[in-house]
């Protein structure tokens, strides 16, 4: 064996919680162990938050089990505790380490080959073959010795590495791909290279200070900020119109040398005066590198998870996944992790996950003795669209949903009511209640199917009662679980989109159709994504296709004197496209999408012969078209004599969907034409809601005196839901988003949300009462106190973390939202979108 | 859309209406009121007319008891709205609805009031006490005009900017001033110097009521650079030529704000004579209301 190769039981790759974890328990166990580290501390990416930063513990119910200690606090008490912790149990560290290639050393394992696709950014993809090996691994290091171990924990994590300079002098000490604080530079030239967020809050940052005197400057590849939000972009712009930043269009970095550097411009060759260069090109997810060492992942997806077996092990037998990577960004999952892996790398078979309790609490009141294994595999095995996972993503599906049983004839869900979750019938039947004035009609679901997908794909408040038709077992799967199982089972993605449009045709057609009618029309029945402002249906073009709008939401327009007036306004569920299916002829008006939608496209020849054959469908169908022809008819009257008034009610309803509202539930609008400006929307919302306004009146657009102000339109598909570790942001029963207690405070959902409506804040002081305040002075009266009274009055020695806040609607609170209860002039109205958009606006503005 | 169940809400707050209208707190509930407080005014007159008070109408017969009380009770609640619409409490009121009825009714105080005198006006304690009223209700008026008037405008000269945007592109133009003024001799920078050290805000209520700009130092300073920039030809790398259009830009702005702080100044000035006087009014009231019982 040669000098620079050490052998052990468990190499563990990683030093973030659940590599630490691991270490520690290894060391606790007396196993050989080695802990590798690329950095020269521990735990990088928590050493990378800002300093002082609050980390949180969540989930709160879910039980520690680790040998290091980790409980809420600040980034620094928390890193010295592990180091602390990590030297005391001995844990053997090797600092400034990479790993480059992971490779089996033993024999060939017969038919375990490794396939690895490799798409180019031409399109084309490539595919490479490795065959697996038996342990033990031999680790090849960065620094060239080797490590050889029996097995691996990867433990790496999902932030990858920085994407690094590829031009000559790249290799320079003043090339440096992190900016940890912009003050500490003076009188530098600085080149920022990339114009994602990180670039331009780095060369903000840099310029803030004009006594700094450094020249910044930021090199774009091309003209767009395609990758950076709107608001980085503008402060961007603003900034370089002041003269504070340089914008470098158009250029690539062709060289660096010391004080210079050289780009090449669609214009030549430029080469300008350079101290420090600040490469801020984005990571490359270590996917690649783990598909290299043999583990498979779950599918082709971007985000898609290795595969793993129920002891964390993947495909590449002896090498273990945990943490980031294997799905579980927590910090307390990842440290459980580490403490279970080697438990089982260790040989310990009767190890219960920790997260047991939870689950036994969710099974504990279903009827018949089962443990937990047992109602999992019970589940898996009795739902159709559960098959496809393994017992490890079971566990983590089920701690996200709910199972329920219920008696016969219990009502699950009422019609109307919001709720975006999926249900799935593991044992018994439930009836679907579909005519809304009469009880007695329903259609029965049978056991292993699903229902509820329409709330869930739509967003929309629930279509119809459902009961149980006898004593039924349900699984209640959230929004979130349901969309990470479509990603990860696409077997389960097919059977509820053919479900989901065979179910939306029957409940938007109604009319005696069955099932069995609709076999043929969903067999040419395609779902299309459109993005926003795409148009599905041209005025004028041929085509007799029907389009039913499964999500978004779509706007009809009409060339009425040269001019495009707008129509109407439709919500997902409704139909398009069957005035040239019924009556022929061309197109009579345009669909586009008001926001990112999708359609189902259904062939209209198909659905012609089912019109042929259903007179009842014919009926209504002829009835919706009727009726959409009288308001084509209204509105083109209107145009001739009261032209202004439709370019009106066309403009506003056009600038309201620029504005949101056509993804909106509830939104908050100010009629300017009343507003005076008093503010007391926002302290009435301050004083509803723990001291902070969770809306900014002045803010946002206007147009022809209707005022959008910065406040939650509550999407139908919420931006801020989409990436909550903690999974906090959730849609009340009255239809409002809102964000629990178990907020980490991680800012995600603020950068994801479009419209600037969530604040990162955290709660003031308690105020004197009002009375106090009107007879004494006390306190610093209604609305939301200054930072300097909240700082002043601050409880001492405790610091508040900032949490995420936006508008509840005022949920469960007495009277409803209390911006439109404190406005004293009626300025302030919460509206609906199909509502207010609907045409009666214009027949008022008109009469 | 035909496939759409018409939407229940759980907690009916004021929405708008289904055909997209909705009411200020004037035409609230249609003019209800109005029409509340116009019978109730009424009501009194005609009572005032039919009975028969001998030697004549004064605040001391059951009739002026009746309307003095009527009155007094009236004036409390009415006060009572700055406690309303600083007090968020649950439950289904809405201050639009208190807006309303406390214009229409203040307004009806005129009547109720006045019949209450049976106009034996005089110099004395009972007497300022209606006057007093009559001023509380007469501001009032003047904020109701105002409230009716001045949104839109704000709103239009506003432009979708709002206020704390107006003062940092003030800023912007004062920093871009400073910068281009450095090349500028000596007296030319003085001058640019005269605009950026100008408070902007100074003057008094008056200035900030009428909008005026008479003293405004920026206008004097780029009238004077105007008059040597406007002969020569812009062939824009004149540094003095980037100071005019500075100063231009400045002064567009400038107006903004000022309107914008006019605007905002014209909403709430009345009230700092509708709340004073109101306290004024409430404890002559009850100089008034101690003295009658006293003298019984």
Known sequence: MNRLTESCRIAIVGSGPAGLSAAARAAQLGLSHVLIEKTDHLSDTIYKYQKGKHVMATPSQLVLRSDLDFDAGKREAILGLWDEQVAGAGVTV????????????????????????????????????????????????????????????????????????????????????????????????????????????NALGLAEDAEQRNVVTIVNRGMEFATAKGANVKALLAARDAGRVNIQFNSETKAIEPGWITFTTRDGEERIRCDRVIARMGSAPPRGFVESCGIEFTSGDRLAFPRLSPVFESTAPGIFVIGALAGYPLIKHCMNQGYDVVEFVNGNASLKPADEPILEAKFKDLPGRRDVAEWLDYLRSGITILEGMNPLQMREFMLDSTVRAYRRGEVIFERNEPGSSLFAIADGSVSVQVNPDDPSITVPIGKGSIFGEVGLISGRKRGATIVAAEDAICVEISRTAALKLQSSVPAAKRAIERISTERQLLQMFGSGLTSADLTEVLDTARIEQVSAGKTVIDEGDEGTDILVIRQGSMVVEKQIGGKPVFLNYLPAGSYVGEMAVIAGGKRTASVRAAIKSEVIRIDGPTFRKLLDAKPQLLAKASADMAERQNLNAFVESKKDSFSNVVDMYSNVANFLIENGIGEATDVLLIDENLCVGCDNCEKACADSHEGLSRLDREAGRTYAHLHVPTSCRHCEHPHCMADCPPNAIHRGPDGEVFINDTCIGCGNCQRNCPYGVIRMDAVPPKKPGLLSWLLFGKGPGPGEPSKKWSYANAEPGVEKAKKAIKCDMCSGIEGGPACVRACPTGAAIRVSPEKFLSIARLERESA | MASQAPAKRARQTERVRSDGTHEGFLRHRNFLWLKIGAALSAFCLIVYLLVDVTPRHNGGSWLGYALGTIGVLLILWLTALGYRKRKMTRGAWSLKAWTSAHVYLGLSLIVIGTLHTGFQLGWNVHTLAWVLMMLVILSGIYGISVYATLPQQMSFNRDQVTETQMLASLREVDRQLHDAAQPLSQHHAALVRESLEQDVFGGGLWQRLSGSSRNCATRRVHRTIRQETGAKADTGNDPLERVDGLLERKLATLSRVRRHLRYKAMLEVWLYVHIPATFALIAALTAHVISVFFYW
């Open chain 1, 94 to 201: 090797r600092h400034n380490a990479e790993v480059l290639s992971i490779e089996g050393t033993g024999e060939p394992i017969a038919g375990s080959v490794m396939k690895i696709v490799t798409r180019k950014r031409d399109g084309t993809s490539e595919t490479s073959e490795i065959q697996r090996r038996a342990p033990p691994y031999r680790l090849k290091l960065s620094d060239g010795s080797e490590i050889v171990a029996d097995a691996v924990i990867l433990a790496i994590g999902t932030q990858g590495n920085p994407n690094l300079m590829r031009c000559a002098g790249a290799d320079l000490p003043h090339v440096q791909y992190q900016l940890d604080d912009p003050k500490e530079y003076i009188d530098e030239h600085i080149v920022v290279v990339g114009t994602g967020d990180a670039g331009i809050e």
